[in-house]
């Protein structure tokens, strides 16, 4: 087990070791050193205040990561144009609305996907946003496809999804 924390924010990492595991599926009830409310950040899951837990780790999920966190994350709200023109900024005002405390610094995971569904390297960004917030800026090219493209931003530190879908105009 490891702890990460920084101000109010506690991550913990729990792996399993195979070498001294017992054979098939062992339900473990830990009992965290902190209050607050607690997120299964791999299954991207809010689970209630954080109070003891049971966890299954073995061969096919040897691992669980959860946070706990001073405050309750209600939303993830993403703000970005309906149109924009290619060869311009996609800006997208990005913020957590949440209950109980003002929110720290979390880590979105932002990525902008063209029409025809494909990933690229270049449209995707980790994105460190203190207070629970930031302006994403990103340059169009002139020669983008048209179409709906979207934004995705995920809340690395709650695993909350947003889509936005915003139009491109003018480009090729």
Do not use: C
């Amino acid at each position: 087990a490891i702890q990460f924390q920084k101000d109010g924010m506690n991550v913990f990492f729990l792996l399993r070791n195979p070498v001294l595991a017992a054979s098939g599926k062992m339900i473990q009830t830990i009992q965290f050193p902190v209050k607050g409310y607690l997120y299964d950040l791999l299954k991207g899951k809010y689970l209630g205040e954080a109070s003891p837990t049971e966890v299954v780790l073995d061969d096919a999920v040897p691992a669980a990561v959860f946070g706990i966190y001073p405050y309750r994350i209600e939303a993830l709200l993403v703000n970005v144009a309906d149109k924009i023109q290619a060869g311009k900024d996609l800006i997208a005002k990005i913020q957590l609305k949440v209950q109980g405390a003002r929110p720290e610094t979390h880590i979105f995971h932002v990525e902008v996907i063209p029409p025809d569904g494909g990933g690229n390297l270049l449209l995707k960004r980790n994105l460190v946003a203190e207070n629970g917030t930031l302006e994403f800026h990103l340059r169009t090219a002139y020669n983008d496809p048209n179409g709906k493209w979207t934004l995705r931003v995920k809340d690395v530190m709650s695993g909350l999804i947003t889509e936005k879908t915003f139009l491109l105009e003018g480009g090729k």
